[in-house]
């Protein structure tokens, strides 16, 4: 895609019709046949801050599997490097000829950019943050502006931060959803069904952890081993719950909204969907 800004795909020669091409992508995207990878590029000429707010609105909007937020290469022998002065290009002297800067972003803005685009890379595209996304994004005015909170709070820690462990980007999440005075409870119950939804692991991170779930599990265990069965759901034994996720909500509203009336949900190892329990 590049870019939805027309000066800017004109001026490298790029031809396409955003208004026509995003009902095909969405179309494919929906069939839900094979992973779709979309693409913006920064540092485009005549592609201001703004603009590509815009363009990443308009492009996670799509909701594709994989989006990637790159930025500019001004490579030798192209138009591109041929007009470099005319626009106001900088770039890095060594391969890959990264765009630093040029007449409508300055350093400042394509340093903010990249910070977002890592954390578009660990937050959206390791598909480990769905339902607290989905929960926070009415919060804000647009994806972008979602991003940009995201990256100004991940600004404000320590240097740990960069490694961008599931934790960190946690914590920094809870604090962006406070700030727009989501419950406390609801938010920690986002990412608490976002990690027992996608990690591999049984273990449960410290921020994360409640009595009532390890107290669900401790009274399962123990019918368990008085011969209890759940006919309904085979796979569910003692072994199997051992190993399990247990997500027992906090909120109410989050129960009465994603649990279909049940009281907690069991999510064992190696299946996709969860076990809905009273």
Known sequence: ?????????????????????MPRIKRLIGMNTIPIHVDLIAGLPFEDYDK???????????????????????LPGTEVMDRAEEWGLNYTPNPPYEVTGNRWLDPGKIKKIKAISKLVDKIYNSHRFIRT????????????????????????????????????????????????????HYILDCLRWDWC????????????????ARQKRKDLLARFRKGWTVPAFEELNEATVTTANIFFPESAEFRDKYLAGKNCA???????????LD
């Open 133 to 184: 996304l989905e929960s926070l994004r009415p919060l804000y005015s647009s994806p972008f502006n979602l991003f940009e909170a995201i990256s100004d709070g991940s600004a404000r820690k320590s240097a740990a931060y960069t490694e961008m462990r599931w934790e960190y980007l946690a914590d920094i999440i809870i604090e962006c959803a406070l700030n727009r005075h989501m419950d406390k």
């Open 266 to 276: 069991v999510f064992l190892h190696g299946k996709k969907k969860p076990l809905f």
């Open 52 to 74: 590509l707010a815009f363009s990443f609105n308009e492009v996670y909007s799509l909701r594709a599997n994989h989006f990637q937020l790159g930025y500019l290469k001004v």
């Open 197 to 212: 939804e996608s990690s591999a692991a049984n273990r449960i991170p410290k921020m994360l952890k409640t009595d009532a």
């Open 1 to 21: 895609i590049q870019s939805t800004c027309e000066p800017a795909l004109r001026a490298v020669n790029r031809k396409g019709d955003w208004e026509a091409i």
